[in-house]
T-cell receptor, first 112, second 112 residues
Framework: GEDVEQSLFLSVREGDSSVINCTYTDSSSTYLYWYKQEPGAGLQLLTYIFSNMDMKQDQRLTVLLNKKDKHLSLRIADTQTGDSAIYFCAESRGTGRRALTFGSGTRLQVQP | EPEVTQTPSHQVTQMGQEVILRCVPISNHLYFYWYRQILGQKVEFLVSFYNNEISEKSEIFDDQFSVERPDGSNFTLKIRSTKLEDSAMYFC??????????FGNGTRLTVT
């Protein structure tokens, strides 16, 4: 199966919280990341968490990591229309080809 | 904050032509990467580069591809004879040891 899996699509209303989920397979991951990609644009690093942490909060973003279940989530509080984008989960296991393995991305659509 | 820069932002070329995509990684970074994202698809690893040589490459990175660090600042990806299926967004990235990967904004390559 895939190393990193995400659901493809999430739709929320403006002002609600969004929760984007990700599962990964390898327990030796060192860092787990969330990247944001707007249409036609590059990859913007939103936040990352070291594998020995279980939570990280950064303004409207909260990352939760469940190492036992190999589950990572990104919660966006008070979601805005500008948050509409594709969100990629990624995991890192080293510096070579495993520097970063991406999920397929979750398209977040925020409705006014 | 230092960033990875890529040029050009968009390159259009004819099938069979050679293209060189350019990147300037963050100055104190030691590990360099190229990734590719075909429109609507996952971000895929192409190659990693360390200590002036390729450290790992994917099955996509065949004999048509090469990378070079011609001086102390640039990191290039050359595609010798482009094919239609090489059309994609190409991302350069760099990191310093066990740190997050920093991406450039990408070069959109269109092969006609």
């Amino acid at each position: 199966g895939e190393d990193v899996e995400q659901s493809l699509f999430l739709s929320v209303r403006e002002g609600d919280s969004s929760v984007i989920n990700c599962t990964y397979t390898d327990s030796s991951s060192t860092y787990l990341y969330w990247y944001k990609q707007e249409p036609g644009a590059g990859l913007q690093l939103l936040t990352y968490i070291f594998s020995n942490m279980d939570m990280k909060q950064d303004q409207r973003l909260t990352v939760l990591l469940n190492k036992k279940d190999k589950h990572l989530s990104l919660r966006i509080a008070d979601t805005q229309t500008g948050d509409s984008a594709i969100y990629f989960c990624a995991e890192s296991r080293g510096t070579g080809r495993r520097a970063l393995t991406f999920g397929s991305g979750t398209r977040l659509q925020v409705q006014p | 904050e230092p960033e990875v820069t890529q040029t050009p932002s968009h390159q259009v070329t004819q099938m069979g032509q050679e293209v060189i995509l350019r990147c300037v990684p963050i100055s104190n970074h030691l590990y360099f990467y190229w990734y590719r994202q075909i429109l609507g698809q996952k971000v895929e690893f192409l190659v990693s580069f360390y200590n002036n040589e390729i450290s790992e490459k994917s099955e996509i990175f065949d004999d048509q591809f090469s990378v070079e660090r011609p001086d102390g600042s640039n990191f290039t990806l050359k595609i010798r004879s482009t094919k239609l299926e090489d059309s994609a967004m190409y991302f350069c990235a760099s990191k310093q040891g066990d740190s997050p990967l920093h991406f450039g904004n990408g070069t959109r390559l269109t092969v006609t």
